[in-house]
């Protein structure tokens, strides 16, 4: 039975683990739970799993974890605050962590589940987006395994199992389009955030709606793919593939092209994760090729867009740009969720704010520049929407 860890057990990513748990509780047990603010599903499921520690980062809703949880006995370790979460992150004898929590919040906890020498089951983009270059030597350094738990990056890393060393020639990320694949970009300045949360394929949660509306998340995770598979950004493309049943794709110094293939159902490279190398059972849908049709593929419009090129501007940049390219993007879409900017606005933000970051990027970052660059990002992102709002100029 493998011990495990989840961070963000309430969110999207959390809930289909605990799903996976639940459905397998001769393979999993639950020795920590952290989440954000959601106390109420949080006591459920602490009910459910008797996990031994707990965390809730708003230290807020601290009193209400406790009073619902009040009669269990034995009573699991309850913290708060973001000292909380990372200490669920490295606490006892999990084996492997479940990076769910959203954007950058994510990053510390995951170094310090790696510094406590816990595999990763990479569910938090950000982890490698923003801190690929402090990242990737703790994992060396620790000797702990990092496996993607997204549906793109897990399909990459299950379609090079057996493939040998330089055998790798090309990386091909699929993407569904969002919730505009099939709008003229003539109409994108008529979008509200209900049509932007829209997802035709998937169900996640409304930040990672929105980049995939734009398309940012496409591009992040060409950045997430440098750092996790060791190839240039010139041999990682992405294409539009509406139906979601080719999860990516990888081709060989032959030509030969490998993917994998499922319904949408991001249990499937989460159990994979979890369970790597060993394949599980499960009593899930199985394929049926006839009933998903067909299978079509287009090039990604840079006019509808334009997220994806800063993207790759940002990871080719290097440094520190990744992690103020993440952090623009974030607090650009906290804006236009909170429906104070528009969602063409999002691009322009964040290009505005790289832009201004490119003569103090810092090559060979450490954490704290990378939490620097991420700090002035937001700050950056913040200033320039009061600027448009009060049409002012300010210089950041």
Not at 228 to 237: H, K, Q, S
Not at 327 to 334: G, K, L, P, R
Request: net charge negative; with cysteine.
């Amino acid at each position: 039975m493998k011990a495990i860890t989840l961070l963000g057990s309430t969110g999207s990513i959390g809930t289909q683990t605990l799903d996976i748990v639940a459905h397998h509780p001769d393979q999993f047990r639950v020795v920590g739970l952290a989440t954000r603010g959601n106390a109420a599903l949080l006591a459920e499921q602490v009910r459910q799993f008797r996990p031994e520690i707990v965390a809730i980062c708003d230290e807020a809703k601290l009193p209400e974890l406790r009073e619902a949880i009040a009669d269990l006995d034995p009573q699991p370790v309850v913290l708060a605050g973001e000292s909380g979460v990372a200490e669920v992150a490295r606490y006892g004898d999990s084996e492997a962590v479940v990076t769910g929590i959203v954007g950058c919040a994510g990053l510390l906890p995951t170094i310090a589940a790696i510094e406590a020498g816990k595999d990763i089951a990479l569910a938090n983009k950000e982890t490698l987006i923003a801190g690929g270059p402090v990242v990737n030597p703790l994992i060396e350094k620790y000797g702990v395994k990092l496996l993607p738990a997204d549906s793109e990056h897990s399909a990459i890393f299950q379609c090079l199992q057996g493939v040998p060393e330089g055998g790798l020639r090309r990386i091909i990320l699929t993407a569904s389009g969002g919730a505009f694949r099939d709008w003229p970009v003539e109409k994108l300045p008529e979008v509200t955030v209900a049509d932007a949360i829209k997802h035709p394929n998937w169900s996640m949660g409304r930040k990672i709606t929105v980049d995939s509306a734009t398309m940012m998340n496409k591009g992040l995770e060409v950045i997430e793919a440098h750092f996790l598979f060791g190839v240039d950004y010139d041999a990682i493309e992405i294409v539009i593939h509406p139906q979601s049943i080719i999860h990516s794709l990888i081709e060989l110094q032959d030509t030969s092209v490998l993917a994998q293939l499922g319904w949408p159902d991001m249990r499937l490279p989460l159990l994979y994760a979890l369970s790597w190398p060993e394949r599980i059972y499960t009593n899930w849908e199985p394929l049926d090729l006839v009933k998903a049709g067909s299978l079509t593929f287009k090039a990604p419009d840079d006019r509808k867009y334009p997220c994806m090129q800063l993207a790759y501007a940002a990871g080719r940049a290097g440094g520190t740009m990744p992690a103020v390219l993440n952090a623009a993007n974030e607090q650009a879409v906290a804006l236009f969720l909170d429906e104070k900017i528009g969602f063409l606005e999002i691009p322009k933000m964040i290009e505005m704010v790289c832009d201004r970051h490119r003569a103090d990027n810092r090559q060979n970052p450490t954490l704290e520049d990378i939490l620097e660059s991420d700090r002035w990002a937001r700050e950056a992102v913040n200033e320039a929407s009061l600027a448009v709002d009060q049409k002012v100029a300010i210089s950041i």
